[in-house]
């Protein structure tokens, strides 16, 4: 499987596994361990989790499966966030708000690696924009992190393009990321122009939902259906599933973009997987920007 290299000490998987709903699964800790084992078996070794996933039951959920072989740490990369205090019977928030204090980063980033039975996080993510942010503040704590090795790298996730770019600064350009959400439903980030600012920096992003959350395929979606039959011709002209074809949309963006699959099913993944090896013609990587009927071409 290609490596997108993101700095000195950090490499993933161009396809990356989603953890978000991984609680939900009704899986014991031997079943995810199976599944864990047989995507890296295909190459997909990056897991992408967060602290709030799972009602912040997440982390653990997969630390138990690394607490069960821990000859797994060495072939994987871990990416988790923070940011988010979310309403939650366990935690004393009033209201889900965002928290990107020095004091929450520190704390949130001790909290995760004891929840992922690791002493080091590969990829730390601010997971969504806060309206309250220190850029300042947010660089030195992961700055910090860095420094005393409990994070090998750092980035933001759901930034805008003049966000990222403030945070960028005051980090000294160490962002190595930005995980946005795209699939042919959802063109916010070209937009906004977050993904030529990418370009400009040479910073890869990752993209979640690439499918949607499986709302491409969902016949009571009328924006989907007519994205379903467009990745339903191309899949019959390029021999392949029409999730292979949503992948491959994605991979195709000269960002050299890193989508995360969020099937429970290493059938779908295999999908995900195909994609590497396809290559869209232009006018079909159009045909598929245009399907929703949300996007014009003048
Ligand atoms: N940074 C953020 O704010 C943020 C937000 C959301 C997600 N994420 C990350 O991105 C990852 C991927 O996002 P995602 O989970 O939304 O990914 P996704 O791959 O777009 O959606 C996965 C979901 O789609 C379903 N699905 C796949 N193919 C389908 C089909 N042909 N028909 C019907 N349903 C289908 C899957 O069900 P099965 O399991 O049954 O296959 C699964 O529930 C997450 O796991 C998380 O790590 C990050």
Same mark, same amino acid.
């Given at each position: 499987?290609?490596?997108?290299?993101?700095?000195?000490?950090?490499?993933?998987?161009?396809?990356?596994?989603?953890?978000?709903?991984?609680?939900?699964?009704?899986?014991?800790?031997?079943?995810?361990?199976?599944?864990?084992?047989?995507?890296?078996?295909?190459?997909?070794?990056?897991?992408?989790?967060?602290?709030?996933?799972?009602?912040?039951?997440?982390?653990?959920?997969?630390?138990?499966?690394?607490?069960?072989?821990?000859?797994?740490?060495?072939?994987?990369?871990?990416?988790?966030?923070?940011?988010?205090?979310?309403?939650?019977?366990?935690?004393?928030?009033?209201?889900?708000?965002?928290?990107?204090?020095?004091?929450?980063?520190?704390?949130?980033? /001790? $909290?995760?690696?004891?929840?992922?039975?690791? +002493? *080091?996080?590969?990829?730390?993510? !601010? @997971?969504?924009?806060?309206?309250?942010?220190?850029?300042?503040?947010?660089?030195?704590?992961?700055?910090?992190?860095?420094?005393?090795?409990?994070?090998?790298?750092?980035?933001?996730?759901?930034?805008?393009?003049?966000?990222?770019?403030?945070?960028?600064?005051?980090?000294?350009?160490?962002?190595?990321?930005?995980?946005?959400?795209?699939?042919?439903?959802? /063109? $916010?980030?070209?937009?906004?122009?977050?993904? +030529? *600012?990418?370009?400009?920096?040479? !910073? @890869?992003?990752?993209?979640?939902?690439?499918?949607?959350?499986?709302?491409?395929?969902?016949?009571?979606?009328?924006?989907?259906?007519?994205?379903?039959?467009?990745?339903?011709?191309?899949?019959?002209?390029?021999?392949?599933?029409?999730?292979?074809?949503?992948?491959?949309?994605?991979?195709?963006?000269?960002?050299?973009?890193?989508?995360?699959?969020?099937?429970?099913?290493?059938?779908?993944?295999?999908?995900?997987?195909?994609?590497?090896?396809?290559?869209?013609?232009?006018?079909?990587?159009?045909?598929?920007?245009?399907?929703?009927?949300?996007?014009?071409?003048?």
């Amino acid at each position: 499987m290609e490596k997108i290299q993101l700095s000195k000490d950090v490499s993933l998987s161009r396809i990356i596994q989603g953890l978000w709903h991984i609680t939900d699964w009704n899986r014991t800790t031997a079943e995810h361990y199976e599944f864990i084992k047989a995507c890296i078996e295909l190459g997909v070794t990056s897991f992408d989790t967060a602290e709030i996933y799972g009602g912040y039951e997440g982390e653990a959920c997969f630390g138990e499966v690394l607490k069960l072989d821990p000859s797994l740490r060495s072939q994987i990369q871990i990416i988790t966030k923070t940011g988010i205090n979310m309403k939650h019977p366990n935690r004393p928030y009033t209201i889900s708000h965002y928290d990107t204090s020095y004091d929450k980063i520190i704390w949130s980033c /001790h $909290e995760s690696l004891r929840k992922l039975n690791t +002493d *080091v996080i590969d990829l730390y993510l !601010v @997971h969504r924009e806060d309206p309250m942010i220190d850029h300042e503040e947010v660089a030195r704590a992961l700055n910090d992190l860095k420094a005393q090795g409990l994070i090998k790298a750092y980035g933001v996730s759901n930034f805008d393009p003049f966000k990222f770019e403030a945070l960028q600064a005051a980090t000294g350009n160490q962002l190595v990321t930005n995980q946005i959400e795209w699939n042919p439903l959802v /063109h $916010e980030h070209i937009e906004s122009g977050m993904l +030529d *600012v990418l370009q400009m920096h040479h !910073v @890869h992003p990752m993209i979640w939902s690439p499918l949607a959350q499986g709302r491409l395929f969902n016949p009571d979606n009328p924006k989907a259906v007519k994205v379903a039959a467009v990745l339903n011709e191309l899949a019959a002209k390029y021999k392949v599933a029409p999730e292979t074809i949503a992948f491959a949309y994605i991979l195709m963006h000269p960002v050299k973009a890193m989508p995360i699959s969020g099937s429970s099913q290493i059938s779908r993944l295999k999908n995900a997987i195909a994609a590497l090896d396809l290559k869209l013609d232009r006018e079909d990587w159009y045909k598929i920007y245009i399907s929703s009927g949300d996007k014009r071409l003048r």
